[in-house]
């Protein structure tokens, strides 16, 4: 019988290939890592997500009246139906701090008739419901929450007659948009 050197030559490959893998045999072991970074960050529970970027908080609605002749008074109610503006902070966070920006002059604020811009309505915003603490502009507002990494901040409006121009103001809506940031 003759083999050809060929058929020689791949039977020798095939039994050092064979025998190499019975040979190796075995396993190895190697680790992997996981990890995931919270970032201390806060988020406002009591608001919406708004994919435009700005989250719709709540509203301070002072009302229907037909005149300004007395004290009109306006309480904070998030869009979750909530009295307050809740927080909610990484465990630890210390650093929260909310500050309200607006049309001002001086602590006025003013809400424009949506049909006459000459036309407007001062206001003053507080952090109590007893209207002594006013918030100014850019001002940190004082929480009335029961922890650091929970604050909640109770806003109050009130438009008093002797801030107005006139006390029968012309018909209409009035508005007036708050920016309000929260940062740490």
């Excluded at 306006?74 to 701090?97: K, M, P, R």
């Amino acid at each position: 019988m003759m083999f050809s050197k060929r058929w020689i030559a791949v039977c020798a490959v095939m039994t050092t290939f064979g025998q190499m893998s019975i040979a190796n045999a075995g396993s190895i072991s190697g680790q992997i890592g996981v990890q995931m970074v919270i970032e201390p960050s806060c988020m406002v529970t009591s608001g919406s997500d708004a994919s435009s970027g700005t989250e719709q908080w709540g509203t301070l609605d002072f009302g229907t009246h037909s005149d300004l002749v007395n004290t009109k008074n306006a309480q904070f109610v998030g869009v979750s139906g909530n009295a307050a503006l809740e927080i909610s902070c990484s465990q630890g966070l210390t650093s929260a701090v909310l500050t309200i920006d607006g049309e001002m002059d001086g602590d006025l604020r003013y809400m424009t008739n949506t049909s006459s811009s000459s036309s407007r309505i001062a206001y003053r915003l507080y952090a109590d419901s007893a209207f002594n603490l006013a918030i100014s502009a850019g001002v940190a507002v004082e929480s009335n929450g029961p922890s650091a990494d929970k604050p909640r901040y109770m806003l109050f409006g009130r438009a008093q007659p002797t801030e107005q121009s006139i006390v029968m103001p012309a018909a209409g809506t009035y508005t007036d948009t708050l920016l309000a940031t929260l940062t740490w």
